[in-house]
């Protein structure tokens, strides 16, 4: 079976990620990994046995063994990694959210013209079995036309601590469910209103709650709230809940399916988006990056999520962050 060699450039705690699953999967073969920092370089490359390492993204694209890069570099770091390696002819994941701002989106986008590899951004919500469920009964007219979409995805203040000094509660993980929402409906962002509340003091508001207008007359608000108190027994709470003129969906993911009690406390351990199991990592990103090296193996351009979409939720989230500044309603699309 022939296996594609592949890089994976940005070794953060999801970098990490990304080289653990890919290091399991059959149909990949994980040639190379790239970080600037050496120490952290040679500790990733001997854990999961990467034979090659590279301390700039530029070397790594010029290796010409490597045809599929991931890209896991802090958002402001996607543009020019993203546009080099475009232009290398490399196979391309990139994480979410797509880039900064919606204007280096679009030069993403530009990018792309006359490109004949497979280019997919991350949006792990997709591969997660609950919301894709729920796509599939909403396109079968199960609840009719949407009329409200509410989300929440809320973090403890301690998991939120060092991530706050480089990107907003919005962006970070108001992404997510507004592309979600996006996906529900079909539609497009008019406009939106958000309000975020500073706690700590750092560089970013702790609390982010928006409220969208989609074209198609539905309403959606989205709550992230990065200021959970100490002892919250877990790292995610995501919920949905749509509703339409037929019928509803809520959506309790990851929940807490699974339970400890020990001396510590509660703890309610992810079992959805990349759980340990004996034979390696598993969940929603060994399905995304299990679908991409596919499309990639079959010459195919992945179609769950398109460049497009990827943008609109950006541009979306991008809203918000200016709504909440400035406490004023943004309008999108006029």
Same mark, same amino acid.
């Given at each position: ?64 063994? @490597? ?30 959210? !797509?880039? =900064?701002?919606?204007? &280096? ?5 530009? =990018? ?7 280019? !997919? ?8 079995? =609950? ?6 009964? @909403?396109?079968?007219?199960? %609840? ?24 907003? $509660? ?10 979600? !929402? ?7 962002? /008019? ?5 975020? @509340? ?8 702790? %609390? ?20 959970? $108190?100490?002892?919250? $027994?877990? /790292?995610?709470?995501?919920? !949905? &809940? ?26 309610? $351990? ?16 060994? &399905? ?19 460049? &497009? ?26």
């Amino acid at each position: 079976m022939r296996r594609v060699k592949y890089g994976v450039i940005g070794l953060g705690f999801f970098g990490e990620k990304h080289v653990e699953v890919l290091s399991a999967l059959p149909q990949v073969e994980l040639t190379a990994v790239c970080t600037r920092r050496e120490g952290r370089l040679q500790e990733v490359a001997h854990k999961y046995g990467v034979p090659r390492t590279y301390t700039d993204y530029q070397h790594l694209l010029n290796d010409k063994d @490597i045809e599929a890069v991931s890209i896991v570099t802090h958002v402001n770091d996607h543009l020019q990694p993203t546009l080099a390696a475009l232009a290398a002819g490399k196979h391309v994941f990139l994480e979410k959210p !797509m880039a =900064a701002t919606t204007e &280096e989106c679009t030069r993403l986008i530009q =990018a792309l013209e006359g490109y004949t590899g497979a280019f !997919m951004v991350g949006h792990i919500c997709r591969f997660d079995p =609950a919301y894709a469920l729920a796509k599939r009964h @909403i396109d079968e007219g199960k %609840i009719g036309k949407i009329l409200s979409i509410y989300a929440r995805r809320n973090i403890p203040a301690a998991v939120s601590q060092s991530v706050l000094a480089s990107i907003s $509660p919005f962006m970070g993980d108001g992404v997510h469910d507004v592309d979600i !929402m996006l996906w529900y409906t079909g539609s497009a962002v /008019e406009s939106v209103y958000a309000q975020a @509340i500073d706690v700590r003091g750092l560089a970013h508001p702790d %609390i982010g709650w928006s409220m969208y207008r989609f074209v198609g007359g539905a309403v959606g608000v989205t709550e992230n709230n990065w200021c959970l $108190p100490p002892g919250t $027994p877990f /790292e995610l709470d995501a919920r !949905m &809940e749509v509703v339409g003129d037929k019928g509803a969906i809520y959506i309790n993911s990851p929940g807490q399916p699974l339970a400890i009690n020990t001396a510590d406390g509660w703890r309610y $351990p992810d079992t959805v988006y990349w759980p340990r199991m004996e034979t390696g990592r598993t969940g929603a990103l060994k &399905e995304e990056l299990t679908y991409f090296a596919g499309c990639i193996l079959k010459g195919e351009k992945p179609g769950i999520i398109t460049p &497009e979409e990827s943008r609109a939720a950006v541009a979306a989230v991008e809203a918000a962050e200016r709504s909440a500044q400035t406490g004023e309603i943004v309008r999108i699309t006029k």
